[in-house]
């Protein structure tokens, strides 16, 4: 019967040790003597076991700074061995996140591929950004160049280049002069003596993306003025590109004097033409022309008779003429051929109006036939400089073949649907 109770004692003692519940205070006196040894063994188990389970704990958290446990506690020797490799793996990681990749984990299974395979990885995407870096910083030399470059030449360009603050009105970039932090409003000496509309430029303000106009200076000169709206060095900024353009005018005076125009449409003949175009190439300017050429006139003449063929070039040069400037050259080089000229590079420009005119133009219809015209621009620049006016003709007519094949093709697709 004492031995039973002895029994139960220290089975209900173990079982609590083992299952972590609330252990009452043994007490081993309460044994019979055969069982007290037994009783004082259990009672080590106890302290043995709560420090695993308390160390355990700790080390489940993260906390490597817990302390050891004594070393008579054998239960603990697996998991020191393990918060040793931890603080050790901690201080590699340490070093790797310093650019140590020579760390190397041998100790800890697969965790020591994923993490040898984490360090292989991070060095050679640091050596990738390295190369990156490098090929950057000299990316940003070779800019930097081009951009002094670029700079350097503006200054040397005969058109002024100005950058007005959208919000301050204050002109933060002019390539005449050499910058030095945000310009002063009244410009150099040269700008306010050449330039005397300079207050019209920085109060300039419009909605428009893109706008060319022309002022006038002083002793008869007259300037043309390319603005539109753009981001400058963080800044929202209207630029203003303005070029000097009276030997231009005074040269289109001279022509127009001699009243060379069309007897049917009132606008520049050829003979015009030609003569502009020769003092355009000889003096090397800048322009952009559109060779534009009547679909369908021969069929009307032939059909409708030579009065409808006649109404229908008026029709054409009527529209064509409301939508340039009058300084602009508008010139019939033929039956149902005609150009038009801008000064500058304006193809953009130029395409982009002649298609609001075209869809203009064919929504009209006149009489019975439907109205209707092909085009080609070219801009010429420097390496139109040894041609002629008839390879320039050619080119463009090479455009407007091109710009005619497409029509035809999109109207046939549209046929068959």
Not at 308 to 317: K, L, P, R
Request: with cysteine; hydrophobic share 35%.
């Amino acid at each position: 019967m004492e031995t039973n109770k002895n029994c139960e004692l220290l089975f209900e003692y173990l079982r609590g040790i083992l299952y972590d519940s609330w252990i009452e205070h043994f007490e081993v006196d309460a044994l019979s003597e055969p069982y007290k040894d037994l009783g004082r063994g259990l009672q080590y188990l106890e302290t043995a076991v709560r420090e695993l389970v308390s160390y355990s704990a700790e080390l489940s958290k993260g906390n490597l700074s817990v302390e050891f446990p004594e070393e008579y506690n054998f239960l603990c020797e697996n998991l020191k061995n393990l918060h040793a490799n931890l603080n050790h793996l901690t201080w590699q990681a340490q070093q790797v996140a310093k650019g140590d990749y020579s760390q190397h984990v041998a100790y800890l299974g697969e965790f020591s591929v994923a993490f040898n395979e984490m360090t292989r990885q991070l060095k050679e995407r640091e050596a990738k950004l390295q190369e990156e870096a490098v090929k950057a910083e000299r990316r940003a030399e070779m800019i930097e160049g081009y951009n002094e470059l670029l700079v350097e030449m503006l200054s040397k360009r005969k058109e002024w280049l100005l950058v007005v603050d959208k919000d301050s009105r204050e002109i933060i970039y002019c390539n005449k002069k050499k910058q030095v932090g945000i310009m002063d409003k009244s410009f150099c000496e040269t700008c306010k003596r050449r330039l005397s509309f300079q207050t019209e430029l920085l109060k300039w303000d419009s909605n428009e993306q893109y706008k060319v106009w022309e002022m006038e200076g002083e002793l008869d000169t007259a300037y043309r003025v390319t603005s539109f709206q753009m981001e400058w060095k963080e800044h929202s900024s209207y630029v203003h590109v303005v070029v000097d353009i009276t030997d231009e005018k005074r040269n289109v005076r001279n022509l127009t004097s001699k009243e060379n125009r069309d007897p049917l449409t009132g606008i520049k003949n050829r003979s015009f033409f030609e003569e502009y175009m020769e003092i355009v190439l000889c003096e090397e300017l800048e322009a952009t022309l559109c060779y534009l050429k009547l679909d369908g006139l021969e069929e009307v003449n032939e059909v409708l008779g030579h009065q409808a063929g006649d109404d229908y070039i008026q029709n054409v040069v009527e529209i064509v003429r409301k939508n340039f400037r009058g300084g602009d050259t508008f010139a019939r080089i033929g039956g149902d051929e005609f150009c038009v000229v801008l000064t500058g590079n304006m193809a953009e420009l130029m395409n982009r109006k002649l298609a609001e005119i075209l869809r203009e133009f064919e929504e009209e219809f006149y009489g019975k036939y439907q109205c209707s015209f092909s085009y080609g621009i070219v801009e010429i620049n420097e390496r139109y400089n040894e041609i002629s006016l008839d390879e320039i003709l050619k080119d463009a007519k090479e455009v407007l073949n091109a710009y005619r094949d497409r029509k035809v093709e999109k109207h046939s697709i549209s046929e068959k649907r």
